[in-house]
Structure formats: structure tokens, C-alpha cells
């Protein structure tokens, strides 16, 4: 398998541009997760699905970030408009949900090589 | 609030000995703890994991042990080597959710 995959792996961009960001989970997997990493706070959640619905998007920043998956293979995070602040790397990660157990159970969540997004 | 977090942000080890690294978490209801490892440029990977209903268990080359009564988790590495250089770090999931909860991280660092 080839694991989760990210694109871009590098975006830079301008204050006010949008941004889209991409990932393809492990097949078979039906829990994806968005995460944010930056030296000042650390490895942070944003938002996840399971079997392509939102559940939990209390670490969404603001109104200037959505995701969505449109399918069991693709999810997408936009920030429209982007500014300085969101600079990061960002983070998808795919994991099964565990069977014969509560549906609120999940096994190792797998990551991608993260999208560095620079906003100048 | 729940935070996961770690004693020392660098250890400096000779290749060869062996690494203890320390978490401490603060969340009694979790039920699920992970390790990765993040090398520079890449994203966390999966090292090993640990159940509430277990205090040890053992990978190759790592054990990860718990001690629910001190909300303690520490990550032992045999024999460490150059490539176990990297930052570590120690993720909690507390029970009844899907969230992880990531600790800060240490860096690991070996000397030949």
C-alpha cells in the first residue's frame, strides 16, 4: 500500500489566496483525520470523518477553514482567505474503525508527509 | 484541561546504550497510547501502542510501558542507533473519543 498520500507537499502562497489541500487515505480505512503542526503549538486535530461524514471539527480555527470528503478516497482542506498565521504543515491521517467494538473506537492513525503551506 | 506532556524536550544518548523516553498524561479516562516517531520533513510514524488493560508490551527493539496509577508512559529503545534520531512523541485518546492528544515532543538525539 502506499500509504496516505498529500499534495502538495509544498504550497506557497499570498495573503488573501485560497488554498486547497489535498489527501488519499489507506485504502479501506473509513476514519481520516486533518491535523495542523507549528513549533508554538504542537500537533494539533482540526477536524475528522468517518465514512465521509464529519464528526468531531472543534479544532476547525475559523470560518476560513472547511474540509470535505467527497468520497471514501479524497478529502480536501481549504482556507479561503489564507493569511500569514496558517502557515504550518498539515497533517492527514487515515485509521480503520474497530470492528465488533464501539463504533467510537479506532485503531492507529497512519499519517501522511504533510503539506508545508507558507503564507507570505 | 486534558494535556499529554513530556519531562525532557532533548535526550543526548551514545549509539548503542539504551533511550528512556518519559510522558506523563493527565486524562485518567484514557483507554488507548500511541508512540510515533517524526523525522525531519516526514510525517509522526506508528512505533508502537499500548491498552489501557495492559502496563507493558514489547516491539522490536521497543517496549512501551504504562502506569495508570502515576498517568505515566514511558518508550524504552534498545540499543539505540543514528536513525532513531528524531522527535517523539507520545499521543493519548481519551476514552469514549476518536480525538488523539498529542504531547509536545523530545527530540532524541544520538552520538556515535
Known amino acids: 500500500d502506499a500509504g496516505v498520500i498529500q499534495s502538495p507537499r509544498h504550497e506557497v502562497t499570498e495573503m488573501g489566496q485560497e488554498v486547497t489541500l489535498r489527501c488519499k487515505p489507506i485504502s479501506g480505512h473509513d476514519y481520516l483525520f486533518w491535523y495542523r503542526q507549528t513549533m508554538m503549538r504542537g500537533l494539533e486535530l482540526l477536524i475528522y470523518f468517518n465514512n465521509n461524514v464529519p464528526i468531531d471539527d472543534s479544532g476547525m480555527p475559523e470560518d476560513r477553514f472547511s474540509a470535505k470528503m467527497p468520497n471514501a478516497s479524497f478529502s480536501t482542506l481549504k482556507i479561503q482567505p489564507s493569511e500569514p498565521r496558517d502557515s504550518a504543515v498539515y497533517f492527514c491521517?487515515?485509521?480503520?474503525?474497530?470492528?465488533?467494538?464501539?463504533?467510537?473506537?479506532?485503531?492507529?492513525?497512519?499519517f501522511g508527509p504533510g503539506t508545508r503551506l507558507t503564507v507570505l | 484541561g486534558e494535556s499529554v506532556g513530556l519531562h525532557l524536550p532533548t535526550l543526548s544518548v551514545q549509539e548503542g546504550d539504551n533511550s528512556i523516553i518519559n510522558c506523563a498524561y493527565s486524562?485518567?479516562?484514557?483507554?488507548?497510547f500511541i508512540w510515533y516517531k517524526q523525522e525531519s520533513g516526514k510525517g509522526p510514524q506508528f512505533i508502537i501502542d499500548?491498552?489501557?488493560?495492559?502496563d507493558k508490551r514489547q516491539g522490536q527493539r521497543v517496549t512501551v510501558l504504562l502506569n495508570k496509577t502515576v498517568k505515566h508512559l514511558s518508550l524504552q529503545i534498545a540499543a539505540t542507533q543514528p536513525g532513531d534520531s528524531a522527535v517523539y512523541f507520545c499521543?493519548?485518546?481519551?476514552?469514549?473519543?476518536?480525538?488523539?492528544?498529542f504531547g509536545a515532543g523530545t527530540r532524541l538525539a544520538v552520538h556515535p
Open positions: 499521543a493519548e485518546r481519551p476514552g469514549g473519543y476518536n480525538k488523539l492528544i
Open positions: 486524562n485518567s479516562a484514557s483507554d488507548y
Open positions: 491521517a487515515s485509521s480503520f474503525g474497530r470492528r465488533g467494538v464501539p463504533v467510537h473506537e479506532t485503531d492507529t492513525q497512519y
Open positions: 499500548i491498552r489501557s488493560n495492559m
